[in-house]
């Protein structure tokens, strides 16, 4: 597989490095001189060091034959250029971009960007996983704007001491999984909820709010726990 | 009409006056303050500090379903990114961006961006001064009415 990786910040330099140890043909490309040079002592002669978002450098660097291109600069802005050069001008299959606002993310999507990488979400999901609120916890984003959703039920949730066909779910959303004193087993019809289950959701991101009410409980209520 | 400028150069800041002449509803948006320097004193538009690739802050700014969008900053791919965030994002109704490097300005064309290349348009201008012929490269390119290639 040939990688071709912009960008030489930490990211694209433990990227190039891991790729490289797993045996894939890789071109890392870093405007920077300084830097390029400091990347080409440790890694070897695999570095181009020009801009990655001009077409002629990228054309150099060996974009028309890339299986993969990987953006992950800093910019957002020269991470979306990037992809959408290799995937219009130099017809690569599979584009990956770095995304650092989460805003983003759904234009970088829809601009046909096939993957996306994006470090604040990923914190705040960490972080979400550690505080004990009763919101709902974003698990993963999926493509068109799917996400899995992870829902703990409260003692006075609604969904408690009902089975999933009791359970109004918004179109576009469905319920899969249960998650009881850290078994997951899937939702099946004669399941009862309980306070303390997380039930697994996958759905669009706009169907949150109702979800958040069928299985949680209304959303401008005070939580009881902080 | 309402016009919205990200980047309040030379070339905003007169683009801004003079819409702004013409009585049209005008927002400039620039990360620098100083930049506002240089519109006329007595602009009467709006002049906002922020980031112009930032949905949150155009919105925030009423961009929202501007008749027309112009990216004019410095930075080629700020602009390719602001002008896609508003035709996806804010609906507006035309969006430019200016795109100094002339081969990504022509690979924006051919996605249906409209951009606008100073490096192709002062090389033009020279050659054709001096009686040589044009570079053949696009300098301003009518949008084509936009397609999405997928879904």
């Known amino acids: ?226 | 009409m309402k016009y919205v400028i990200v980047g309040c150069g030379r070339v905003g800041a007169a683009l801004a006056e003079a819409f702004d002449h013409a009585g049209h509803d005008v927002l400039v948006v620039d990360t620098s303050t100083r930049a506002f320097d240089r519109l006329p004193v007595e602009f009467k538009g709006q002049a906002l500090r922020g980031d112009g690739t930032d949905e949150d802050v155009l919105r925030r700014a009423g961009a929202e379903g501007a008749d027309v969008f112009l990216a004019l900053t410095e930075g080629d791919n700020r602009n390719v990114m602001a002008a896609q965030v508003a035709m996806e994002k804010l609906a507006v109704g035309k969006a430019v961006a200016k795109i100094n490097d002339p081969v990504r300005a022509a690979a924006y064309a051919d996605l249906g961006i409209a951009t606008l290349c100073r490096t192709t348009m002062q090389a033009d201008a020279v050659l054709g001064f001096l009686g040589f012929g044009s570079t053949g490269m696009p300098a301003v390119i009518a949008a084509v009415p936009h397609v999405h290639q997928e879904d």
């Open chain 1, 1 to 226: 597989m040939f990688v071709l990786v912009v960008g030489g910040g930490k990211v694209g330099y433990y990227l190039t490095k891991e790729l490289i140890e797993s045996g894939h043909e890789v071109v890392l490309m870093e405007k920077d001189r300084i830097r390029a040079a400091q990347i080409v002592d440790e890694l070897g002669s695999i570095v181009v060091a020009q801009d990655g978002c001009e077409g002629k450098f990228l054309r150099m660097a060996g974009a028309n034959r890339a299986d993969i291109v990987a953006a992950v600069t800093g910019d957002d802005e020269d991470n979306l250029v990037i992809c959408q050069m290799s995937k219009h001008h130099f017809d690569v299959p599979r584009t990956i971009a770095r995304v650092n606002n989460p805003k983003n993310e759904d234009l970088f999507r829809h601009l046909g960007v096939d993957e996306l990488i994006s470090p604040t979400r990923m914190a705040l999901g960490s972080i979400e996983q550690d505080i004990p609120v009763h919101e709902l916890l974003h698990l993963a984003a999926l493509e068109n704007e799917l996400e899995i959703i992870e829902a703990q039920l409260q003692a006075d949730s609604p969904a408690v001491g009902k089975s999933p066909s009791d359970i109004v779910v918004p179109e576009g959303c469905s319920l899969f999984a249960v998650v009881r004193d850290g078994v997951a087993t899937p939702l099946r019809p004669d399941t009862i909820l309980r306070e303390g289950d997380k039930v697994i959701a996958i759905g669009r991101a706009d169907c949150e709010v109702a979800l958040h009410e069928q299985l949680i409980g209304s959303i401008d209520e005070e939580p009881a726990t902080a």
